[in-house]
């Protein structure tokens, strides 16, 4: 939440609560912070960009535009603009906000509220690999922000797979063997929006597409070691951002370091 109507979040950082923690990446900011404002204090105010609140704790609330509080929610999406008093029911619960780029939202979008039930688990679980500042940290920074999107906007869900998933492991094949090459951009490639891709990548994988991005790179990166090649190199070529990255991303999969595993197997 904030501080102040109207203002931009990613020029004024403010919120009601103190941070805890601030990551920034691929344009997604994420703060975590504890909410210090009485409920009752709370002023009505809203923001210039699209947000989604997620509650760490319970006992959130929403208010938007006038409608009447909501039941305790674990997630809320704001529009750019909405007037709202989103809070807790008491002071000191945590909040993790975040701010959302232009290509991640619909521009005709309304305010939601997620219920507990609907793949918290699953969210929650991103929150810690989110937050930690390591070399995939900006994937799964955007693999949260993508999840709780597509988590409480379900307007456009099918049943079946659309046409572009068939072109939907090409394209995230390129992204893992592309330096900072991401969700959006195998999203970009199959000409389709960045949460309806992940939204249709886990229904018909079970796995989130930054996950999967990752084994992905993982696998080039196996294959391509031998005995005399430097793994700083491989780490290169296979997308990865330095050879420490790789190097917990491969541990991390198969329960071995690199080292390892050119040692005994090449």
């Known amino acids: 939440m904030h501080a102040g109507k109207g203002l931009n979040p990613d020029r004024s950082g403010n919120y009601f609560g103190s941070a805890v923690h601030r990551r920034m990446a691929g344009g997604i900011g994420l703060t975590l912070s504890r909410a210090t404002v009485a409920p009752g204090d709370l002023p009505e105010h809203g923001h210039d960009e699209a947000h989604c609140v997620l509650a760490v704790d319970a006992g959130y609330q929403s208010r938007a535009n006038d409608d009447d509080p909501a039941a305790s929610s674990f997630a809320v999406y704001n529009p750019p603009g909405t007037e709202h008093r989103d809070r807790f029911v008491a002071t000191g619960g945590r909040f993790l906000a975040i701010d959302l780029p232009l290509d ?61 998933f068939g072109r939907a492991k090409v394209a995230l094949d390129e992204a893992a063997s592309t330096p900072g090459g991401d969700v959006r951009f195998a ?55 330095d050879q420490a990255h790789m190097s917990r991303t491969i541990r991390s999969l198969v329960g071995t370091t690199p080292r390892r595993l050119q040692q005994e197997f090449f």
């Open 187 to 241: 999203a970009a490639r199959c000409g389709v929006h960045p949460v309806h891709f992940a939204r249709v990548w886990r229904r018909e994988t079970g796995e989130a597409p930054a996950r999967s991005l990752l084994r992905r790179r993982a696998s080039m990166a196996m294959a391509r070691m031998q005995r005399d090649r430097a793994l700083g190199d491989i780490a290169h070529e296979c997308g990865f951002a």
């Open 104 to 164: 991640l939202i619909d521009q005709e979008g309304v305010p939601a509220a997620l219920p507990s039930g609907r793949g918290k688990t699953q969210i929650m679980a991103m929150i810690g690999p989110a937050l930690e500042w390591h070399g995939h940290a900006p994937l799964m920074i955007e693999a949260l922000a993508l999840d709780l999107v597509a988590a409480i906007d379900r307007r456009h869900e099918a049943s079946s797979a659309p046409d572009w």
